[in-house]
């Protein structure tokens, strides 16, 4: 596991003040993402449907490593961060195989056109962003610390 951060701290992760704020504008915007994906989930465009996808799952994560006071530009990095936190018992479910998942899928479809099929589950997506909102409200100083000396 360190070998990674390692890598991602020479590509510009870092560890930053934990921040509130920035939590919840990141889980603002993943809320704000869910809703424009249910919006286009008829909309058969199998980019744009993987994109949103992606950014839903995407912004939720991203969230949590600003309350932990992680600032990560790279998406690889962010999923090592979510695996730590599933290690760690902080996380119960299993979000870093999602996001692996759905990060391929759109860049098969956003970037190599493949248009590969989207399954958009909104009660899945709700759940999980309730899930993550769980561990935004719950998570202690304590494993905030540990984790930010694990990186």
């Not at 018992?89 to 195989?97: A, E, P």
Request: charged share 30%; glycine share 2%; net charge positive.
């Amino acid at each position: 596991m360190k070998m990674s951060f390692e890598w991602c701290k020479k590509k510009g992760m870092k560890l930053i003040e934990p921040t509130d704020n920035l939590a919840e504008e990141y889980f603002k915007n993943a809320e704000d993402t869910l809703k424009i994906t249910n919006m286009i989930k008829d909309s058969g465009s199998n980019m744009w449907l993987a994109t949103q996808k992606y950014y839903t799952e995407y912004l939720a994560a991203y969230s949590l490593l600003m309350k932990i006071g992680i600032k990560s530009e790279i998406h690889s990095c962010t999923i090592e961060v979510i695996k730590l936190l599933e290690q760690e018992k902080i996380m119960h479910f299993n979000l870093s195989k999602i996001l692996e998942k759905d990060k391929e899928l759109r860049i098969d479809n956003q970037y190599y056109l493949k248009n590969r099929p989207v399954k958009i589950d909104p009660k899945k997506l709700s759940q999980l962003l309730l899930n993550v909102r769980h561990i935004l409200d719950t998570i202690t100083k304590e494993q905030i610390e540990k984790i930010r000396s694990m990186i």
